[in-house]
């Protein structure tokens, strides 16, 4: 025979101790604190249950007060127990419901309203409430206008304007059906296959606004990141992907008032990203062979400090100098110049380093960006001839993969549910099963499985980088 029990007081027990003593001293008495040990339905299994004993001085009666042990909270319980109430959705509000309705009937209360005053009046804090939760409109400012039903509203948070840069969105059953980068203008529709907005009812709304199509069909509207805008914008050549021009910024320790050399503009995507990283006190010198990529990326340059200026009321800085030459014959361009950073998206970037890296400061990092592994080797190949003061210290690609996580779903659209948590009554095993003839307003809060699985449509690879650090040479 296996028996299971525990020496120690489960938490809401102790609480309960340490309350009934209080009030059994105040009336000069006396309690005690045991544990009952009971048998279940199930072979070998026993379950301990705490109980309190009160003794009076003068009275042999004894009082017992089952204290049950309450099942440990979900995660989702945890979590939507934090958020405010007016916050949570009409759903969160039908799968909380018969978790409250069978908490209010199923334990009765363990300690009367005179115990509860007693209490307040030894502590002198009446602020605990309903199992040691805040009464509403005790905490803080916020908690009052939520009380009175105001809604918050963050301060320094502006509305859309006409010349932002916006995305509008629509998904269905979690997906992206719909994505769409657009500018703010007047006179001018948002047109879908589900239907048209007027970009006039879109002025003058907070961002994050579901805006319905003359269809009938809500449309997510949001300002634009600059992830969003990179991916989007209009592009002469391929652009260096968000996740990529990240870890280059890593590579090289980008950070404000540094002098960065970028060859190969493209679209303009990393001269924007160096440009936020460098600051109002850093420079950026984008370089570039044809003058008609260079002209796409002033263009998408002017374009996103425009749109930022619009947005958070102030200029976007004018930190880059796009430049058109060839370095390979044009050295003049870098005369004078030092760079804490160098940055290449080139087809032979082994034909540049030389005349780049006597401008890079010892000690500082080329981070270079390679489209297959056949112009890897070509660049290794390229230092091993040049015997340049290079270390190649690291060549990597980044994968992405993207995951769906969903609720899990039965072939009429109804949600599946999980058998019911083990209680004390009904101790049988939970194997993880679903019951499937449960009704879906009848389910508890975190009582639905979800099902997690790698998305099917996945971000190929995109390019190689390779990180080069000048060295000292040292004299022989």
Same mark, same amino acid.
């Given at each position: ?213 003359? /269809?009938?069909? %809500?449309?997510?509207? &949001?300002?634009?990141? @600059?992830?969003?805008? !990179? #991916? ?5 050549? =391929? ?43 850093? /420079?950026?010198? %984008?370089?570039?062979? &044809?003058?008609?990529? @260079?002209?796409?990326? !002033? #263009? ?5 400090? =425009? ?66 592994? =056949? ?102």
């Amino acid at each position: 025979m296996f028996v299971i029990m525990t020496a120690k007081m489960s938490q809401s027990a102790l609480c309960m101790y340490r309350l009934l003593r209080l009030r059994a001293l105040r009336n000069h008495g006396s309690i005690e604190m045991f544990s009952k040990v009971t048998q279940t339905t199930r072979q070998d299994c026993f379950i301990t249950t705490t109980c309190v004993n009160r003794v009076e001085n003068d009275d042999t009666k004894l009082t017992r007060v089952l204290l049950p042990r309450r099942r440990s909270l979900s995660p989702l319980e945890r979590v939507s127990s934090l958020l405010p109430q007016d916050s949570l959705t009409p759903e969160v509000e039908e799968l909380r419901r018969p978790d409250q309705h069978h908490l209010e009937n199923g334990h009765p209360r363990l300690f009367d309203t005179e115990a509860t005053e007693a209490n307040e009046e030894e502590t002198g804090f009446s602020g605990i409430k309903n199992g040691g939760q805040l009464s509403d409109c005790a905490s803080s400012e916020v908690a009052e206008n939520q009380c009175n039903g105001a809604s918050f509203q963050p301060k320094g948070e502006t509305l859309l304007t006409f010349g932002e840069v916006l995305v509008a969105e629509y998904r269905k059953k979690g997906q992206v059906e719909f994505r769409k980068m657009f500018q703010l203008l007047a006179r001018t529709q948002l047109q879908s296959s589900w239907g048209v907005i007027l970009h006039e009812d879109i002025a003058g709304k907070p961002a994050g606004s579901f805006i319905k199509t003359h /269809r009938g069909v %809500s449309i997510l509207i &949001r300002r634009a990141s @600059l992830e969003d805008y !990179v #991916l989007f914008m209009k592009r002469a050549p =391929t652009i260096a992907y968000p996740k990529e021009a990240a870890a280059m910024l890593l590579m090289m320790d980008v950070t404000e008032g540094d002098c960065v050399l970028e060859a190969g503009s493209g679209s303009g995507a990393m001269s924007l990203f160096l440009s936020r990283a460098v600051g109002t006190s850093g /420079r950026v010198m %984008s370089v570039d062979v &044809r003058q008609d990529h @260079l002209k796409r990326a !002033v #263009l998408n340059y002017n374009h996103w400090r =425009t749109s930022w200026e619009l947005r958070r009321g102030q200029p976007w800085p004018n930190n880059v100098e796009f430049v058109q030459a060839n370095l390979c014959t044009d050295t003049s361009v870098l005369q004078d110049r030092e760079f804490h950073a160098v940055a290449l998206d080139l087809i032979d970037p082994h034909l540049v380093l030389p005349i780049v890296i006597p401008h890079l400061h010892s000690g500082a990092v080329c981070a270079i960006y390679l489209a297959n592994i =056949t112009q890897v080797i070509d660049l290794l190949e390229g230092l091993r001839c040049s015997r340049l003061p290079l270390l190649c210290e690291r060549i990597m690609e980044l994968p992405s993969r993207n995951w769906l996580v969903a609720p899990a779903l039965q072939k009429d659209g109804s949600y599946c549910i999980k058998k019911a948590s083990i209680t004390h009554d009904n101790f049988e095993e939970d194997d993880g099963a679903l019951e499937k003839d449960q009704p879906k307003q009848e389910a508890a809060f975190g009582s639905i499985p979800y099902i997690a699985r790698p998305h099917p449509v996945q971000l190929s690879h995109t390019a190689f980088l390779v990180k080069l650090r000048k060295y000292v040479q040292q004299p022989f």
